[in-house]
């Protein structure tokens, strides 16, 4: 027997995006000023009120573990915010609170589908969906979506995979795009998957950063999905590691299971700081407003610097461009644009295998005065 690497690690890529991030560090530890377009978080910390419960649950509290499902005040909480945010009455014991989004879909696929299974997503997507699946056996099946679509998956277009799946996963905004799915669009979705007996996993972590419409909740529409969110990016708390799900009553005893075996429980600090963080509205919407401003900046000066070609987001924080007439290798291109004009972005290859070659991510998580240097830097750079 060999003790060689399994082939689950062997398959699972890397996130180039990463690659870009320590270029551009590199650079800055030369004493380069770099402007951050590629990083996928926000720029500011926690808001205070969740930071003053960190420090108030640090004096109190030995911070030992937790029921694994998460701890009830919080699950209390969450539920509460479906009823102010969406209308939707909702039972706490369907909310399950995890270290991060990324622990809800690890969670959520193992509780949902066997291995073998086939689960759909829209390319372009967020990379760890199908690399997740990929590492633990499962079939990731692209739907590769158009601009007419707006990037979302259409009913057709699930269609037209020729069946035989197990799952969904819909994510409105979406990363790369910030384009986002309409109520119709949702129902219509849910109730295809409920005839196929397809699980649809909602992916709403950049729900509270939209610009125009809020957007939709598949619990508005249907009882019998995944619902995957997180305190990363409304929230501004990355680095905290905490998010929720809420799931059918059905997967609540086996993601129960899964959980204290495989984690045992969420970070309990991030836990009390995350139940303060919902009464921070003031200090989030105006990140989600300076977002917006941001945003309308890229918009406006991208197309003189060339890049005329966008997807014009409506959530999210990230602004996708069609880059063809400027190169077919997105990775050079990039690498080049830090080099050249510092200014740091994501190719596309990381979002959509096939095309992204001839694609690229700008994050506009950043300051204002960031996105308007970035322009002023792009527009002078002689590629
Ligand atoms: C669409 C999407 N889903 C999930 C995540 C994972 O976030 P976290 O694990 O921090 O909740 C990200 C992070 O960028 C994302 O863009």
């Known amino acids: 027997m060999s003790k060689g690497v399994s082939k689950r690690a062997e398959i699972v890529p890397p996130f180039i995006v990463m690659d870009v991030i320590s270029a551009a560090n590199e650079m800055e530890a030369r004493g380069e000023k770099?402007?951050?377009?590629e990083v996928g978080q926000p720029?500011?910390?926690?808001?205070?009120?969740?930071?003053?419960?960190?420090?108030?649950?640090?004096?109190?509290?030995?911070?030992?573990?937790?029921?694994?499902?998460?701890?009830?005040?919080?699950r209390e909480r969450i539920a509460r915010h479906y009823a102010q945010w969406y209308g939707v009455t909702l039972d706490p014991q369907r909310v399950v609170v995890t270290t991060?989004?990324?622990?809800?879909?690890?969670?959520?696929?193992?509780?949902?589908?066997?291995?073998?299974?086939?689960?759909?997503?829209?390319?372009?997507?967020?990379?760890?969906?199908?690399?997740?699946?990929?590492?633990?056996?499962?079939?990731?099946?692209d739907i590769v979506t158009t601009e007419a679509e707006r990037y979302q998956p259409t009913v057709p277009a699930l269609a037209a995979t020729g069946g035989g799946l197990a799952g969904l996963i819909v994510a409105s905004p979406s990363n790369p795009t910030g384009t986002m799915v309409s109520r119709d669009e949702m129902a219509a979705l849910s109730a295809t998957c409920c005839e196929r007996g397809m699980r649809l996993i909602s992916d709403e972590i950049y729900h509270g950063l939209t610009f125009e419409?809020?957007?939709?909740?598949?619990?508005?529409?249907?009882?019998?999905?995944?619902?995957?969110?997180?305190?990363?990016?409304?929230?501004?708390?990355?680095?905290?590691?905490?998010?929720w799900m809420v799931v059918p009553p059905a997967l609540v005893r086996p993601i129960e299971r899964l959980t204290q075996n495989l984690l045992i429980s969420t970070p309990t600090l991030s836990q009390f700081a995350?139940?303060?963080a919902f009464d921070c509205t003031?200090?989030?919407?105006?990140?989600?407003?300076?977002?917006?401003v941001n945003r309308d900046l890229?918009?406006?000066?991208?197309?003189?610097?060339?890049?005329?070609?966008?997807?014009?987001?409506?959530?999210?924080?990230y602004l996708y461009a069609d880059v063809a007439h400027l190169t077919n290798?997105?990775?050079?291109?990039?690498?080049?644009?830090l080099r050249e004009a510092g200014v740091a972005a994501t190719p596309g290859v990381d979002f959509d295998p096939q095309r992204g070659h001839r694609t690229l991510r700008f994050s506009f998580a950043g300051s204002t005065a960031d996105m308007e240097e970035a322009v002023r830097r792009l527009t002078h750079w002689k590629r």
């Not at 890229?298 to 924080?317: C, Q």
């Open 34 to 37: 770099v402007i951050h377009c």
């Open 43 to 74: 720029s500011t910390s926690a808001p205070k009120g969740a930071l003053a419960a960190a420090h108030a649950a640090l004096d109190r509290d030995r911070i030992g573990y937790v029921e694994a499902l998460g701890i009830p005040p919080l």
């Open 100 to 141: 991060g989004s990324s622990a809800a879909f690890l969670m959520a696929f193992l509780a949902a589908f066997d291995p073998g299974a086939r689960v759909a997503m829209a390319a372009p997507g967020y990379p760890p969906y199908r690399n997740i699946l990929a590492a633990l056996g499962m079939v990731p099946v």
């Open 213 to 243: 419409e809020r957007g939709v909740s598949a619990l508005e529409v249907t009882d019998d999905a995944i619902v995957i969110n997180s305190f990363s990016k409304y929230f501004s708390m990355t680095g905290w590691r905490i998010g």
């Open 274 to 276: 995350a139940l303060a």
């Open 282 to 292: 003031e200090e989030l919407e105006a990140h989600v407003r300076r977002y917006r």
């Open 298 to 317: 890229l918009l406006a000066g991208l197309p003189k610097a060339g890049f005329d070609h966008l997807t014009r987001p409506t959530g999210a924080f």
């Open 329 to 337: 290798d997105s990775v050079d291109f990039c690498r080049r644009m």
